[in-house]
């Protein structure tokens, strides 16, 4: 039995939407739980400026979520059929999109109640969700090998960076 293969492209964007949703979901913990906790809090505090470091962690997302959503529209379209990734990536959407209309202050000013702030809490738990059903199922369906390949540092012929417009073209050029 051979080996799986992710393409290289799938696993740059794949890998940094990963790191950076863990960190804004960390982050947005930290937030959560220092200025709303209506639902339970954290049992330490950690000093620092949560909402800013949040925030950044929301902008450095915002690109790549997007080039991860071209991709996924166009070269991993396939992927999307499984429910878990096109959940995780509309509550993916959701997340950055609602976290990009929220006001700071809303929150140091203890106003919870705001719309657009009650989506943003309910995408990253229907993200979180959708994470632990994609990770479920990548195990469930490929196992350690499956996983491990999309940590694989290995690139095939033809699949380097230098080829990735090549690869994107020839999708829309069927």
Not at 6 to 26: E, K, N
Request: proline share 4%; charged share 15%; hydrophobic share 55%.
């Amino acid at each position: 039995m051979s080996r799986p293969y992710q393409p290289s492209l799938l696993r740059l964007l794949h890998g940094a939407t990963a790191l950076l949703v863990l960190g804004a979901w960390a982050t947005g913990l930290m937030v959560y739980s220092h200025f709303d906790g209506r639902w339970g809090r954290l049992p330490f505090a950690l000093e620092g400026d949560w909402i800013d470091i949040h925030g950044t962690a929301g902008v450095l997302l915002w690109p790549v979520a997007l080039l991860f959503a071209f991709y996924a529209l166009t070269l991993g379209w396939r992927r999307l059929r499984q429910p878990a990734n096109g959940i995780a990536l509309a509550a993916l959407a959701l997340a950055v999109g609602s976290g990009k209309l929220m006001d700071e202050e809303w929150l140091e000013e203890g106003l919870l109640n705001q719309g657009v702030y009650v989506v943003h809490l309910l995408a990253w738990v229907a993200l979180t969700a959708a994470v632990a059903l994609h990770l479920w199922g990548a195990f469930a369906s490929g196992g350690v090998p499956l996983v491990r390949s999309m940590a694989s540092l290995q690139v095939r012929a033809k699949d380097g960076p230098g080829d990735w417009l090549h690869q994107l073209r020839r999708h829309f050029i069927r």
